[in-house]
């Protein structure tokens, strides 16, 4: 199994609960194929650049393992998400 970090930002118009849906969401899926591993939740954070007209975001991290089908797969979740403004999807180098 490889290693992953997935990074998204979630809308920060929806309500706490709908945030938190969203992150047992992509545990969800993550969980189906590999292993969850920590989540970082960073909370509101400036943009560097307004998406959808939006300044602000709240982001959150998680590292996950799983096979190399399981990011494309949540790479396609994660595209058509209403909740999610942008995500990137990293394999984590061994050292």
């Known amino acids: ?11 920060p118009a929806l309500e706490d609960e709908k945030k938190d849906a969203t992150i047992e969401t992509v545990k969800e899926i993550i969980a189906a194929d590999g292993v969850v ?13 307004p ?29 058509i998400s209403d909740n999610v403004m942008r995500h990137i999807i990293v394999a984590k180098d061994e050292k």
């Open 37 to 49: 591993g920590e989540t970082d939740v960073w909370g509101m954070r400036k943009l560097a650049y």
């Open 51 to 79: 998406i959808q007209k939006k300044s602000e975001g709240y982001y959150v991290v998680v590292e996950f393992e799983g096979n190399p089908t399981l990011p494309k797969e949540l790479d396609r979740r994660l595209r």
């Open 1 to 11: 199994m490889t290693k992953y970090e997935v990074m998204f930002i979630i809308d």
